[in-house]
């Protein structure tokens, strides 16, 4: 069982940035591929990035790719979303979700509670 809390959300303007952390509860954080989505009021949640289980491979949406940066301490169990040149469309509630790493690729299984990002024009 693994438990994630999401934190670092809040209000900023467009242009600004802002870094999301998620922790992981668990002594097998190293052995987990991670990944954050996020949902808008009225959206289905959407993809925006993961990384694999030793941080050595990453992958992002086209909409935030050049601007946001996964990364992964698993020193720490964290995973971390650095959000640049944030834009008001990417204003969502944002989760962290992991899976065990396998060759064959599984749906995420265990997912945060979300944090909340908001940007003004």
């Known amino acids: 069982q693994v438990q994630l809390v999401e934190s670092g959300g809040g209000l900023v303007q467009a242009g600004d940035s802002l870094r999301l952390s998620c922790a992981a509860s668990?002594?097998?954080?190293?052995?987990?591929?991670m990944g954050w989505f996020r949902q808008a009021p009225g959206k289905e949640r959407e993809f925006v990035a993961r990384?694999?289980?030793?941080?050595?491979?990453?992958y992002y949406a086209d909409s935030v790719k050049g601007r946001f940066t996964i990364s992964k301490d698993n020193a720490k169990n964290t995973v971390y979303l650095q959000m640049n040149s944030l834009k008001p469309e990417d204003t969502a509630v944002y989760y962290c979700?992991?899976?065990?790493?396998?060759?064959?690729?599984?749906?995420?299984?265990?997912w945060g509670q979300g944090t909340q990002v908001t940007v003004s024009s």
């Open positions: 990384i694999n289980w030793n941080g050595g491979n990453t």
């Open positions: 668990g002594r097998t954080f190293n052995t987990y591929d």
């Open positions: 979700a992991a899976r065990m790493h396998a060759v064959v690729v599984t749906p995420y299984k265990y």
